[in-house]
């Protein structure tokens, strides 16, 4: 069965600060990996997904994620966070020939000026 | 091109209610997956549907939760005789097709409050 876990529950970090929010996954294979955005009473957003090729993905609002086979991880980083980043983050795993997205529990993002 | 439409934005119920909970994937998609936030969560998979078709609802209670997405109009996920712990956000998604490179796309959710 595939799984993820998002270590960091909760993270503060001050406004033009670099940010590297964290996530392992468990998947027999190469799985798709998948990071969204949800802001506070809204849906999610996909801000970016990695399914093969290079592994340092490009996202939108600046951010980019990169996919290390050997540690099972897809951490998330952006090199200087905005005040409206601010939200929740998810990262996902799909695995091949699997429709449905198993998600992490999220990491709350908190930006301070 | 609109995104995933859901309504109600904001659902109360009694206890015992039901609830029903719609969904209109984007143009062009038939494809759609329902997926419940328990609060301070994340998302679980509950079911995924295409047009007059259950394909996995491996995700879903065995009681009083059923899913359709009928041939014309949106996608309904009801739940009968509602409990508080069935409180949550319910968000659908949708994807133009069931390739695994296909990304799904979320509507803004139903958060529903059982009294």
């Known amino acids: 069965a595939q799984s993820v876990t998002q270590p960091d529950i909760h993270i503060t970090v001050s406004e033009g600060a670099s940010l590297e929010l964290r996530c392992n996954y468990s998947?027999?294979?190469?799985?798709?990996l998948f990071w969204y955005v949800q802001s506070p009473g809204q849906g999610l957003q996909l801000l970016l997904k990695?399914?093969?090729?290079?592994?340092l993905v490009q996202g939108i609002k600046g951010f980019e994620a990169e996919f290390k086979r050997s540690q099972s991880s897809f951490n998330l980083r952006k090199p200087s966070v905005h005040w409206s980043d601010a939200a929740e983050y998810f990262c996902?795993?799909?695995?091949?020939?699997?429709?449905?997205?198993?998600f992490g529990t999220g990491t709350r993002l908190t930006i301070i000026p | 091109n609109a995104g995933v439409m859901q309504n109600p934005r904001h659902l109360v119920r009694r206890r015992g209610q039901e609830a029903r909970l719609r969904c209109s994937p984007m143009?062009?998609?038939?494809?759609v997956y329902w997926y419940r936030q328990l609060p301070e969560e994340g998302l679980k998979f509950m079911v995924y549907?295409?047009?007059?078709?259950?394909?996995?609802e491996s995700g879903m209670p065995k009681e009083r939760f059923s899913a359709e997405f009928p041939k014309e109009g949106p996608s309904i996920l009801r739940i009968q005789q509602v409990v508080r712990g069935d409180s949550a956000a319910y968000f659908c998604?949708?994807?133009?097709?069931?390739?695994?490179?296909?990304?799904?796309?979320f509507g803004p959710g139903t958060r529903l409050t059982v009294l």
């Open positions: 998947y027999g294979a190469t799985p798709y």
């Open positions: 549907l295409q047009k007059e078709n259950i394909i996995d």
């Open positions: 996902a795993v799909r695995g091949l020939g699997n429709e449905k997205l198993t």
């Open positions: 143009k062009g998609h038939s494809h």
């Open positions: 990695y399914f093969s090729g290079d592994t």
């Open positions: 998604a949708s994807s133009p097709t069931a390739r695994d490179t296909d990304t799904q796309y």
